[in-house]
């Protein structure tokens, strides 16, 4: 069965800061790896995904993250915040293609401070 | 422009009422997806479907109903047979192609049942 562990369930960083959020997945087959992300009481839009080509893979509003086999992680990266970055954040993942289902994190909300 | 709309926005219900919530999309896609969301938990699958008139349980389908008549739409039902309806809902809708179809998001809708 697959699962994902986001460690931290909230992360603080100064305006201009790195942010690193953390994804830990774990998948019976090659996975595809997905980061939503979700402001106050809206819906989910997707900032990036993985699906077996690039292990870097660069998403919207800036924000990156890499595929590490051998460390069955997906961190998303930024390396410099701003205030509209502040938003919980959610790592997926899916085992198969077409219609698979995805699993969710538990999320991380993401506190930017000026 | 195309997307997925739910509605309402805010519901309230009192507690041994069902409730139909509403998930229209226009995007031509061919699965649907409900999700309950809940603080700190992430997301959890309740019910998808794939194609018209088909519908699988998801992980926590006890205490709501599905029907999926339509391509576009796809209600959800709260029976009161749901121990704790109250929460955030969101519908989600994904088209196949080489690899997962990433899934978007509608607004949700948040139900509160006293």
């Known amino acids: 069965a697959q699962s994902v562990t986001q460690l931290g369930s909230h992360v603080s960083v100064s305006e201009g800061a790195l942010v690193l959020l953390r994804c830990n997945y774990s998948?019976?087959?090659?996975?595809?790896l997905f980061w939503y992300v979700q402001y106050p009481n809206q819906g989910l839009q997707l900032l990036l995904k993985?699906?077996?080509?690039?292990?870097l893979v660069k998403g919207i509003n800036g924000f990156e993250a890499e595929f590490k086999k051998s460390e069955t992680s997906f961190h998303l990266t930024k390396p410099s915040a701003h205030m509209s970055d502040a938003a919980e954040y959610f790592c997926a993942v899916s085992e198969g293609s077409g219609y698979s289902t995805l699993t969710f994190g538990k999320g991380t909300m993401l506190l930017v401070s000026p | 422009d195309g997307g997925i709309t739910q509605s309402p926005k805010y519901l309230f219900r009192k507690e041994g009422q069902n409730v139909t919530l509403s998930c229209e999309q226009n995007l031509n896609h061919d699965a649907m997806y409900w999700y309950r969301q809940d603080p700190g938990q992430g997301l959890r699958l309740i019910y998808y479907s794939q194609i018209v008139n088909d519908f699988q349980k998801g992980d926590i389908a006890e205490g709501y109903s599905v029907s999926r008549e339509k391509k576009e739409s796809f209600p959800l039902t709260v029976t009161s047979a749901q121990k704790n309806p109250t929460a955030f809902y969101l519908c989600?809708?994904?088209?196949?192609?080489?690899?997962?179809?990433?899934?978007?998001f509608g607004p949700g809708t948040r139900l509160t049942v006293t």
């Open positions: 989600a809708s994904s088209t196949a192609g080489v690899g997962p179809g990433e899934q978007y």
């Open positions: 998948s019976s087959v090659p996975p595809y």
């Open positions: 993985y699906t077996s080509a690039a292990t």
